[in-house]
Structures are given as structure tokens and as C-alpha cells.
């Protein structure tokens, strides 16, 4: 989501145009639109070697992203065509907000899609979706140990009882949001005590972060850190890392809470350090094959987006690192390594889904667009304030 107040002077290479990016993407969009067969299925990557999407239903984790984009476009252009397209996808994935709380991710899915729609358009059904969502995801917090549940069909599989991920910190957004537009208090408390925990017991003592932390559930003890999707259980994912940026620094926009602040300074300082020399991060930083580990340019995307909302949360002097390794890794993905080229309708290449699992391995992911994105709508916005 976009929320941005501060302002700076245009810190492009030479190389990069930003508005070159935003019609690129306009382009893109408009070609997966004239691919996608009806209106209830949404892009969810485009294989190595391959150019064509595949999608997913409404259930996906994925599924907000694209409603997402295109409401971007839609702020991007004010071309009502954007308007009635991200509507027509967005209200797919209505049902969401009125099901058992499958998982975390209903805070990607509904945010993403339903957040940015009721941001641009204050359409009173999308406020009542958002807060439906939010009650659901409620449903997953556990108070003995202070937080939401992420993957309920972990606990029996893998023996992890109560399972919380990094990723999850996204998904606060959408509790902080409804506690602030006509939901209960409670949301934003639950929200609170989660990155509280996510803070000790997720980051690490260096400032990395684990996938997933174990708790046991009758008296909420952090049992154990492991990875699921990452290299080894003490290794550095870099998506998990990236993702801990973004919801710092989002859970200090909303609460004003300073040591929230210093986290997503630190998990940031962490991420930068492990950046290889052009600044894509590999999947995962201690994957033994590197050099000729997989790239993970959704890591970046994400990274980008966060680190230039962080940027203007600091003082000018602080805030000015993270601004210009945000424009860094911005004009490092638009570059012809990093762009899809002529016949694939995704924005990127070279993300890396799940390794372990051997999927979406060097792939384009619709993330990695959605948040690259969003970087460049908040560097537009940015260098307009100045
Ligand atoms: N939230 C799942 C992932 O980052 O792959």
C-alpha cells in the first residue's frame, strides 16, 4: 500500500528514466489484460524459459496483487479503463472476506486489492470488505502467545503447533487500517503485541531474521526458528528479510513507536549488507552455489519500496542512504537483465518463489511486479513533493 509524506530531489542515475518504467509497465499491463480469459483468475508467474502467465483462483496468496497493480495504474494514468478493470478484479475476491479464515495471507490478498481501491475511490462496500477481513484475520491471533497463527495447515503437517512467519508483519496493515476506520481497538492492540513478538523472536541477534517461529501453545513459549522457504533454518532468506523492512517500517507509520523504527533501520542495515555487487540479492545470501545461486528480484522489489518509505520517516542525512540504495536496486531492475524483454507480459525476471520445492525458481512472480510498482509510484511521488 502507498502511504508517503515526505519529499526529495531527483537522485536518478543517468541511465534511468522513470518515466520510461511507469509506461513500460503501462504496456505490460495492457498485454496481460488482452491474455487473461474472463475476469476471475489472476497472473501469478510466468515460468524460466516461458512466456506466458499462469494463473490462479481467488484463493491463492497471491491473488490481490494483480487487482493491485491495477489500481496503481489506475492512480498512475486516471484513465478510467484502469478504474473498471482493478474494480472487475477486485470484487473477485469478495468471498475472501466472508469464509473461514484460510490463512495469514487474507491481509495480502484484501489489502492489496480492496486497501488501494478504498484509498482511490472511498467506496463504502470496499470499507465493509476490508473490515470484514480483518475481523476473519483476527480469528488467527492466539493471545497466549501473542500472535496470528500464519499457516493453520502447518501445524499438523510439520508438527508446529503455532507457527508465525516474517512475512505475516505485511499482513498488520490491514489490522492497523480497520482499527482506524470504524473497526474495534482490539485490532490495532493485536497487531501491536504481534510485531512485539515478531521482535523477539524472529530477528535474530545480528539482525537477520527466521522464516518461521515455532511456539507451543499452552504457554506460548517460542519453541524454536526455522526456515521453510529459505536455504537452512540459520540461514538469511532475503524475501523474509525484505519483508521485515517493509512491516517495521509500516507498524512506525502507524503507531509512532520508535523502537519499531530502529528494527526496520537494523533489518534494513542487515539487508543491504548481504547485497552482492549489483545489488540484486541472491534468494537466499548463504546458498553454497553462489555465484551461481538463483537472484530473487522480488526481494529487491519489495526492499526498494520499503526502504524509500523508510527514507522519509528519518532525518534527511539517514534517511539519504536508504533513498539512494532504494534507486539503486530500482534502476539495477530496469536494466535489460532484469526486464522481461519483448514476449514475456510480466514487468521482471529472476525471482525465486520456493527453492526448497523447486518452484518458481528464476521465474517472473507477480510480486516482484506489484511491488516494483509501487516503488517507482512512490519515487514519482517523492521526487513531485520536492
Ligand atoms: N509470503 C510467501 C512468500 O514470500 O513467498
Not at 25 to 38: F, Y
Not at 294 to 306: E, F, K, T, Y
Not at 368 to 381: F, G, I, T, V
Amino acid at each position: 500500500m502507498l502511504f508517503l509524506i515526505g519529499a526529495c530531489k531527483n537522485i536518478r542515475p543517468d541511465e534511468f528514466s522513470l518515466e520510461k518504467q511507469i509506461i513500460y509497465c503501462e504496456q505490460k499491463a495492457n498485454t496481460t489484460l488482452s491474455k487473461i480469459d474472463g475476469d476471475t483468475l489472476c497472473p501469478r508467474n510466468v515460468l524460466s524459459g516461458e512466456n506466458t502467465w499462469n494463473f490462479v483462483d481467488r484463493y491463492d496468496w497471491t491473488s490481490g496483487f494483480w487487482p493491485g497493480m491495477l489500481w496503481y495504474m489506475y492512480e498512475l494514468t486516471g484513465e478510467d479503463k484502469w478504474n473498471l478493470e482493478a474494480r472487475k478484479y477486485t470484487g473477485y475476491l469478495e468471498p475472501l472476506a466472508y469464509g473461514d479464515p484460510n490463512d495469514h495471507d487474507l491481509g495480502f490478498q484484501i489489502f492489496c486489492s480492496y486497501g488501494n481501491g478504498y484509498r482511490l475511490t472511498s467506496d463504502s462496500v470496499y470499507k465493509k470488505v476490508i473490515l470484514s477481513t480483518a475481523a476473519k484475520l483476527a480469528e488467527l491471533y492466539n493471545p497466549t502467545v501473542g500472535t496470528i497463527l500464519s499457516w493453520p495447515g502447518m501445524r499438523e503437517k510439520m508438527g508446529w503447533p503455532h507457527n508465525t512467519i516474517i512475512d505475516n508483519m505485511m499482513n498488520l496493515e490491514l489490522l492497523f487500517w480497520a482499527s482506524k476506520n470504524g473497526g474495534s481497538k482490539e485490532l490495532y492492540d493485536i497487531a501491536v503485541k504481534h510485531a512485539e513478538k515478531t521482535m523477539e523472536n524472529l530477528v535474530r541477534d545480528d539482525f537477520s531474521t527466521y522464516h518461521v517461529a515455532v511456539f507451543d501453545t499452552t504457554d506460548g513459549r517460542f519453541i524454536k526458528g526455522v526456515t521453510h522457504q529459505g536455504y537452512a533454518d540459520e540461514s538469511k532468506w532475503m524475501r523474509g528479510q525484505a519483508w521485515g523492512i517493509y512491516g517495521f517500517t509500516m507498524s512506525y507509520r502507524e503507531t509512532g513507536r520508535n523502537d519499531f523504527l530502529e528494527m526496520a533501520q537494523k533489518l534494513a542495515d542487515t539487508f543491504i549488507s548481504l547485497l552482492p555487487n549489483d545489488k540484486i540479492p541472491y534468494w537466499d545470501s548463504e546458498d553454497p552455489a553462489i555465484p551461481n545461486a538463483p537472484r530473487d528480484a522480488s526481494a529487491a522489489a519489495i526492499a526498494a519500496s520499503a526502504l524509500l518509505e523508510l527514507s522519509t520517516l528519518l532525518d534527511a542525512e539517514t534517511g539519504q542512504e536508504y533513498r539512494e540504495t532504494a534507486v539503486d536496486l530500482i534502476s539495477k531492475l530496469s536494466t535489460e537483465k532484469y526486464l522481461s524483454g519483448e514476449d514475456n507480459p510480466a514487468f521482471l525476471l529472476h525471482s525465486t518463489g520456493h527453492k526448497p520445492n523447486n518452484s518458481e525458481v528464476d521465474a517472473s512472480i507477480i510480486y516482484a511486479d506489484y511491488y516494483y510498482l509501487e516503488a517507482l509510484m512512490r519515487l514519482k511521488m517523492m521526487e513531485a513533493g520536492s
